[in-house]
Structures are given as structure tokens and as C-alpha cells.
């Protein structure tokens, strides 16, 4: 099992850029494909972004590709959600989730944070 917290979310101006990050407890943290999703008020959870247990397989939605960039880094245990370039409708809560070495396209996620709140103000 995996608990995640995450962390940096705030507001910002559009154009601008903020770090998420994503602690996650446990001994197996490479062993586990990470995934960023957001949701809007009103709107349904989407995906923004994963990451395989080693770091070397990424994907994006086409919404953020070029403008975020998802990383980890084992020996921390963390995730990280690096977002440049904010627009206002990136503006939601943001989660990071932990599948167990599982990688691919409608991965079911089995573990979630709690979320942190991003505002992009235009």
C-alpha cells in the first residue's frame, strides 16, 4: 500500500508557472506508475499526466503536452508536476494516484491523495 501527499498548489497568474509535488510512503515507490489528474468544479476528474516506475515512459494529455512536464525521482519518493505557461482553465484540484506496475493506456489508479487546489487567475 502507498499514501500520497500533495503539495504546492496555489494561485498564480496566466503565464505562470508552479510545481506540484506528490510524497508517497512505502519501501516499493518504483515499483509503482504515478499519474497526475485534475477536476474542475462542475466538471469530471480528467487526466493531465503519468510517469512509469523507473521515470523513462511519460504521457500527456493534449491539453498540457508542451507546457507540463511530469518527473519523479525514487530515491524521494516523490512526483512532481512542473506547469509553465498557465492558462485559466487549467485552474482545479489536482491529484496525484499510484498504480502498482501497471503501465498504459485506462489505468485504473488505486491510490489517491487528497488533492491540492490550483488557481490560474487571468
Known amino acids: 500500500q502507498v499514501q500520497l501527499v500533495e503539495s504546492g498548489g496555489g494561485l498564480v497568474q496566466a503565464g505562470g508557472s508552479l510545481r506540484l509535488s506528490c510524497a508517497a510512503s512505502g519501501r516499493t515507490f518504483s515499483s509503482y506508475s504515478l499519474g497526475w489528474f485534475r477536476q474542475a468544479p462542475g466538471q469530471e476528474r480528467e487526466f493531465v499526466a503519468a510517469i512509469s516506475g523507473s521515470g523513462g515512459s511519460t504521457r500527456y494529455a493534449d491539453s498540457v503536452n508542451g507546457r507540463f512536464t511530469i518527473s519523479r525521482d525514487n530515491a524521494k519518493s516523490t512526483v512532481y508536476l512542473q506547469m509553465n505557461s498557465l492558462k485559466p482553465e487549467d485552474t482545479a484540484a489536482y491529484y496525484c494516484?499510484?498504480?502498482?506496475?501497471?503501465w498504459g493506456l485506462g489505468v485504473k489508479y488505486d491510490y489517491w491523495g487528497q488533492g491540492t487546489q490550483v488557481t490560474v487567475s487571468s
Open positions: 494516484a499510484a498504480v502498482w506496475k501497471t
